[in-house]
């Protein structure tokens, strides 16, 4: 008996328990490490928080789509990785060994370097526990689904990516008409790695929304303040009720150790069968991967894409058949939720916002969501 152990429930594992579930490879036992019983899909969190959707309409529970796989799932985290040894350390204290190994753990955001970050800010990941503390800060200001207008609170976004300028729209959806929202970018405009009409439009969003933007790198969180590093080394403090960071992935801290090849930022560097420059008994996809040959910016749609490749390889490799290469595509359709019923599509250079892009954007979400929301996939 062989064993595939699969690291986390992202988007492309997801792909992989679904094919697993369809046509699984005889005489292979296939586990499952994933922390949460309910996953969330991020794509519908800012459209959450705005109050568009409920909790349960952006998640999906664990266990089924393990079930359906026939998988065994270890309700932990990964804490340690023995490449060489080819073991994984639980969080509970179990060690699971592997002939082949896949992960599709994420990236995790602790704000490094970002001093306060983890005492004082609400931190997008994991998306479980931000959930969780963007629910309770909303309570605390009589602003919970039922009450009343609530407190006028003051939240500051910290990282002005898409994910960051989203959160920024949706809040400031939900706190009309009393609060405010000051979204910090770093220095730069919004959106800065994104083409220039896709920016322009992002901030007409910005303005249409009352969202104040400030060009200016954090310096410190505080409990009630978050601190700017001005011009001319002056600090301006803004003072806040919530600091939410959304500074871009960070790597696991659990890889450095683990002795498989890693690129510059610390992340799993794979080749283009998706397996890892070093160990080929290891396979990687989604945030936590690098593709040497075919850098492309992280998204939630780079690892659905990278889904089904992973699932041929991985079974390919348990069935001694040759593996094959796969390119992630170069352009992905973005559409950027702006909280007021509106949504910016953009295509390479092409940019345009409308309501029709919201209704593109909740027609593609909620049938991602759908198909893992009803339990058993159909048959191939
Ligand atoms: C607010 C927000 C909105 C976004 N909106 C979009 C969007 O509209 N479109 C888009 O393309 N991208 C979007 N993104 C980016 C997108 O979320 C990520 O690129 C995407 O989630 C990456 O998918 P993944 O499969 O690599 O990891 P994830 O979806 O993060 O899944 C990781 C899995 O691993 C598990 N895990 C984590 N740590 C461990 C561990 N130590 N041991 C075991 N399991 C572990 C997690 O619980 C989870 O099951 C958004 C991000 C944010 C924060």
Redesign the pocket.
């Known amino acids: 008996m062989k064993r595939l152990l699969l ?7 997801v792909h992989v328990l679904r094919q697993w579930a369809r046509a699984p490879v005889p005489g292979v036992e296939l586990l499952l ?4 019983q309910r ?1 969330m899909y ?2 519908m ?2 459209g959450w928080m705005a109050g568009r959707y409920r909790l349960e309409d952006c998640a999906f529970a ?1 266990e089924p789509l393990a079930a359906a796989a026939s998988a065994h799932w270890h309700h ?4 340690a990785l023995d490449a060489a040894s080819r073991q994984v350390l ?2 509970g204290g179990a060690r699971l060994s592997y002939d082949l190994l896949s992960l ?6 602790e704000g490094r370097g970002l001093r306060g970050a983890a005492e004082h800010a609400l931190r ?5 526990t931000f959930a969780q503390r963007w629910t309770d800060c909303m309570a605390a200001a009589g602003r919970g689904t039922g009450s009343g207008p609530g407190l006028a609170l003051t939240v500051v976004v910290v990282g002005a990516g ?2 960051g300028v ?2 920024a729209l949706a809040a400031a959806a939900r706190l009309r008409p009393r609060g405010r929202v000051v979204l910090v970018t770093g220095g730069t405009a919004p959106l800065d790695s994104h083409p220039l009409l896709a920016r322009s439009l992002v901030a007409r969003a910005l303005r249409r929304a009352g969202v104040t933007v400030m060009r200016l790198p954090c310096a410190e969180i505080g409990p009630d303040h978050v601190h700017l590093q001005g011009e001319d080394d002056g600090r301006i403090d803004l003072p806040c009720q919530v600091a939410i960071v ?1 500074t871009g ?1 960070e790597a ?1 801290r ?1 890889l450095p150790e683990s002795g498989l090849q890693l690129d510059g930022r610390g992340f799993i560097a794979t080749g283009p069968m998706l397996q890892s420059l070093s160990h080929p008994e290891v396979f990687a ?5 690098s593709r040497a040959d075919a850098v492309r910016p ?7 894409r990278a889904g089904p490749a992973l699932a041929d390889n991985l079974m390919r490799a348990l069935q001694g058949k040759p593996l094959r290469a796969w390119q992630p595509p170069v352009r ?1 359709l ?4 702006c909280g007021d019923g509106r949504a910016i599509a953009s295509w390479g250079p092409l940019a345009a916002s409308g309501r029709w892009a919201m209704r593109w ?1 909740d027609a593609i ?1 909620r049938r991602f969501i759908a198909g893992l929301q009803g339990a058993t996939p159909p048959a191939a």
């Open positions: 690291l986390g429930a992202g988007h492309a594992h490490v994933s922390p949460y996953q991020s794509g969190v800012p664990v932990d985290r990964v804490v639980l969080g599709d753990t994420g990236s995790v955001l997008v990941r994991p998306i479980e898409a994910a989203e959160l959304c992935g696991p659990w996809a989604g945030d936590v991967a992280r998204s939630g749609v780079q690892a659905v992905t973005n559409l950027l939720a954007k979400d």
